[in-house]
């Protein structure tokens, strides 16, 4: 599945190969470089059918008389639809063009790209989501399906959030509840006047905290939870029928590398179930994943070896096999000297590439690779002082 973008916004010029029902695509760059823009037309392209529906269901007004970009700024947020030019603009999936005024007949309404937005804890300020309708209009519409979506959730749930028996792998329950969770127990409270969310901790889990006091981890992983129980059921159907992509923006949001490294876990459970995975990140620790997995897929399977799989990412053999033939890609999204965003392929992640967006890991590693450089070469005595 390939996205094409030219003249959006601050975005010059990018391309991205998201690769086939298996496979992992990583957007690095800076802030404000469109990694946001380019998921979201991502969705857009691929369920707009499904978006115009919600639209439709919750009574928002996406189309106005003389304005051909309302619906970009509705989808979007007010004010970014401004960044198409009629003239210039071109954004095309698997070589389908955009249209501002498409016939969708015939399209379906099912939802295909499933979109975690990042700022999950925004979605949930006061302990629990907010209905679609409720949001003002320039909020992005990826925000506002999701709320809706763990709004859903919740009130068709059941009390205890986490952990849920017989939900997920044990493995990864386990890595979870270890680096995020620490034995305490996520309830929904109904009772109170107002539902909310409470984590349940000390003895006998009789300490309750209110979601506000939560860490800011804590609180931005809960909606992505929620987001995975539905992608990962525990039932003998291996994934949702209908979701071909999975869209994750900032896992690492409040995470320790530890908790981070259980989300890639996470990760590499719904690519073994199918899903394409796409992820826009500023964690170092997800290009680990993706450098380790692009030399596993590379070298381990041709030697019929999965013994690096299993020492690498501490899973088993089976679990190793399904993810033999996935596919990793890293794309980096920069400024030019024109400042205007273009893309870069820095899939191999070489740390003695001729490029030096490469070799520094989308810059990631670029200002701690000159500090080190700096200080060995001083030829420092630490002795006594280490």
Avoid: C
Wanted: glycine share 6%.
């Amino acid at each position: 599945m390939k996205l094409s973008i030219k003249n959006f916004a601050q975005i010059e010029s990018i391309d991205i190969d998201f690769g086939k029902p298996g496979d992992l695509t990583i957007l690095v760059g800076q802030q404000a470089t469109g990694k946001s823009l380019a998921l979201q037309w991502l969705k857009l392209m691929s369920d707009r059918a499904q978006i115009r529906e919600d639209w439709g269901r919750y009574g928002t007004n996406w189309r106005v008389l003389g304005d051909p970009l309302r619906e970009l700024d509705v989808f979007f947020g007010e004010g970014v639809g401004s960044g198409y030019d009629t003239k210039k603009t071109s954004v095309t999936l698997d070589k389908r063009a955009f249209s501002l005024t498409p016939k969708t007949n015939g399209d379906s309404a099912k939802e295909s790209v499933y979109f975690i937005p990042a700022q999950r804890a925004l979605l949930m300020a006061d302990g629990w989501p907010r209905p679609f309708s409720s949001y003002p209009a320039g909020t992005p519409y990826v925000a506002r399906a999701q709320s809706e979506r763990l709004l859903q959730w919740l009130n068709n749930g059941q009390e205890t959030i986490f952990p849920i028996p017989r939900k997920f792998p044990t493995p990864l329950r386990d890595r979870l509840n270890d680096t995020i969770f620490h034995g305490a127990q996520v309830d929904a409270d109904r009772q109170s006047a107002q539902s909310r969310l409470l984590l349940k901790t000390g003895k006998n889990r009789s300490t309750q905290i209110p979601y506000m006091a939560w860490t800011a981890g804590q609180r931005e992983f809960v909606p992505l939870l929620m987001a995975l129980y539905r992608l990962l059921p525990s039932s003998a159907m291996t994934k949702d029928p209908d979701i071909h992509t999975v869209v994750i923006e900032e896992p690492e949001l409040g995470l320790h590398p530890k908790a981070v490294f259980a989300l890639g876990h996470a990760m590499l459970h719904l690519m073994a179930r199918g899903y394409r995975v796409a992820v826009s990140t500023h964690s170092p620790l997800m290009l680990d994943f993706a450098w380790t997995l692009r030399r596993l897929t590379s070298v381990a399977p041709k030697q019929k070896n999965l013994k690096p799989w299993r020492d690498a990412l501490e899973i088993s053999s089976d679990f190793a096999e399904k993810l033999s033939n996935t596919t990793v890609r890293t794309y980096y999204l920069g400024y030019n000297p024109k400042n205007r965003v273009i893309g870069e392929d820095i899939s191999w992640l070489r740390t003695n590439s001729d490029s030096h967006v490469e070799a520094a890991w989308g810059l990631m590693q670029e200002d701690a690779s000159r500090m080190a450089d700096i200080v060995s070469q001083m030829n420092l005595n630490f002795k006594g002082i280490m």
